[in-house]
């Protein structure tokens, strides 16, 4: 790598640490609302919540590196924006983005 690169590597794990918390809050976020589902109780304003939290993922995981992440944000998002998302496929989705964005959690 060059210089540039290394400092452009650096910065991004700096900045990986200080978001990290909040991404870990979109994640628990898409989890409220899988729960919901699971228990047939998604409330309308859950539903719009956990989509603006997929949403944000799909926005900023690519800037990291996790490609795969975002992608599966972005599934994540489409399936939040049906009236009465698929529990299972919620749940499983929600499985990959974690293995993919926090594989060592």
Do not use: C
């Amino acid at each position: 790598m060059t210089d540039a690169e290394d400092k452009i590597a650096a910065l991004l794990a700096a900045q990986w640490v200080k978001v990290r918390p909040l991404l870990e809050e979109r994640v628990a976020t898409l989890d409220k609302a899988a729960a919901a589902v699971s228990a047939g109780m998604l409330a309308d304003d859950l539903r719009k919540e956990a989509g603006s939290s997929a949403h944000k993922l799909a926005g900023s995981l690519g800037m990291y590196g996790y490609d795969e992440g975002t992608r599966v944000a972005r599934e994540l998002e489409v399936l939040l924006g049906k009236a009465a998302p698929d529990a299972v496929k919620l749940n499983k989705l929600i499985a990959e983005l974690r293995a993919a964005v926090f594989p060592a959690a």
